[in-house]
T-cell receptor, first 114, second 116 residues
Framework: DQQVKQNSPSLSVQEGRISILNCDYTNSMFDYFLWYKKYPAEGPTFLISISSIKDKNEDGRFTVFLNKSAKHLSLHIVPSQPGDSAVYFCAASVGGTSYGKLTFGQGTILTVHP | NAGVTQTPKFQVLKTGQSMTLQCAQDMNHEYMSWYRQDPGMGLRLIHYSVGAGITDQGEVPNGYNVSRSTTEDFPLRLLSAAPSQTSVYFC???????????????FGDGTRLSIL
């Protein structure tokens, strides 16, 4: 039972345009959401996060939107750069005594063309 | 600042062999965890620890053992390797305060394990 789903295995975008990566979840207990970026032969690196009490969080070119009623979040990258080409993982956790154990989506491969 | 260090980076085993994947962090993080990454399945939690002497199972613990004798180290043991354990293994750590899930985990660069 996949509690966090990224239904697009890949996304191709032109440099300078917007990249939108999507993520859906089924567990209503999730209260914290993160995006990780992964380059080949490296570990995932934290990109941006959002708490369930917010619906938007921005950090430079990266913005995460959360729609709790739809159990959906998205990551917007504007403008996209070739260096953004990587695998992006959406992750979710439940607070409290769960210690923030992460449940990951399958990942989306983003390719930004020059 | 090394962060999270995993060794080895690559390993090939035969079915039935045992081995230990090493993970060390120098950030004095209380929480450490092991994930495996398989194609089309994202990362899945194997085991985790909230401090020295305390470990617990994650989503896919079968076939793996862990121990946490120090804050810095969290080795993952495969007692009898099976082809289904062919995967990329990631260790991660984070600062932990009870009830605080808002600290991102820091990941090592992974161990690519093939079992023939």
């Amino acid at each position: 039972d996949q509690q966090v789903k990224q239904n697009s295995p890949s996304l191709s975008v032109q440099e300078g345009r917007i990249s939108i990566l999507n993520c859906d979840y089924t567990n209503s207990m999730f209260d914290y959401f993160l995006w990780y970026k992964k380059y080949p032969a490296e570990g995932p690196t934290f990109l941006i996060s959002i708490s369930s009490i917010k619906d938007k969080n921005e950090d430079g070119r990266f913005t995460v939107f959360l729609n709790k009623s739809a159990k959906h979040l998205s990551l917007h990258i504007v403008p996209s750069q070739p260096g953004d080409s990587a695998v992006y993982f959406c992750a979710a956790s439940v607070g409290g005594t769960s210690y923030g154990k992460l449940t990951f989506g399958q990942g989306t491969i983003l390719t930004v063309h020059p | 600042n090394a962060g999270v260090t995993q060794t080895p980076k690559f390993q090939v085993l035969k079915t039935g062999q045992s081995m230990t994947l090493q993970c060390a962090q120098d950030m004095n993080h209380e929480y450490m965890s092991w994930y495996r990454q398989d194609p089309g399945m994202g990362l899945r939690l194997i085991h985790y620890s909230v401090g020295a002497g305390i470990t617990d199972q994650g989503e896919v613990p079968n076939g793996y053992n862990v121990s946490r004798s120090t804050t810095e180290d969290f080795p993952l043991r495969l007692l009898s390797a099976a082809p289904s354990q062919t995967s990329v293994y990631f260790c991660a750590s984070r600062r932990l305060r009870t009830g605080d899930s808002n600290q991102p985990q820091h990941f090592g660069d992974g161990t690519r394990l093939s079992i023939l």
